[in-house]
């Protein structure tokens, strides 16, 4: 069946990087983008950015830009999203999504990460 | 950046009741572009409806969207238990974007 999983769960201290994994499997991985959206603790869905797995082109939330990088590799049906300067205010769960190339909407989603950022 | 707002923020209905959820825009949306999802607590949001009238593949008929330019509902004829949940609007237009989340509760 159609299935997202991510990497485990995060700990990172502020200042560091953290890179999520998301390995996509029960589809043609080429014929769907990738989104990324996390959610802080209690609080509501955040967009972050969206990846065109056909040709890598990238969209990032602005609020995001510069810190951001989102890539594909087709070999492995695997989405990255590297996210750095981490500050206490990314601790979230980060959801990887399979979005749909004409109408946009994400259709799969992932397991979900957890990322904790404390010192 | 469209900014989407969700009303009301909480709902308290019984099961088996109607429920009407209410997604505002701040510029126009392409019904193409609008979608929504239910997420239960510790679980990863599930699609429901996109292109503002459509049904994801498993959804139930009771689920139904409805809506245009910038206004958009999610309409669930007879609350069941397993409805009672968070609903998210959603819009793409350049970039995308969540409305705030509207729970369902049990009253």
């Known amino acids: 069946q159609v299935q997202l999983v991510q990497s485990g769960v995060e700990v990172k201290k502020p200042g560091a990087s953290v890179k999520v994994s998301c390995k996509a499997s029960g589809y043609t991985f080429t014929s769907y983008g990738v989104s990324w959206v996390r959610q802080a603790p209690g609080q509501g869905l955040e967009w972050m950015g969206w990846?065109?797995?056909?040709?890598?082109?990238?969209n990032y939330a602005q609020k995001l830009q510069g810190r951001v990088t989102m890539t594909t590799d087709s070999s492995t049906s695997t989405a990255y999203m590297e996210l750095r300067s981490l500050r206490s205010d990314d601790t979230a769960v980060y959801y990887c999504a399979r979005c749909n190339s004409y109408y946009y909407y994400m259709d799969v989603w992932g397991t979900g990460t957890t990322v904790t950022v404390s010192s | 950046e469209i900014v989407l707002t969700q009303s009301p923020g909480t709902l308290s209905l019984s099961p088996g009741e109607r429920a009407t959820l209410s997604c505002r825009a701040s510029q126009t949306v392409s019904s193409s572009y609008l979608a929504w999802y239910q997420q239960k607590p510790g679980q990863a949001p599930r699609l429901l409806i996109y292109g503002a009238f459509s049904r994801a593949t498993g959804i139930p008929d009771r689920f139904s969207g409805s809506g245009s330019g910038t206004d958009f509902t999610l309409s669930i004829s007879r609350l069941e238990p397993e409805d009672f949940a968070v609903y998210y609007c959603q819009q793409y237009g350049s970039y995308w974007t969540f409305g705030q989340g509207t729970k369902v509760e049990i009253k």
């Open positions: 990846i065109s797995v056909y040709n890598g082109n990238t």
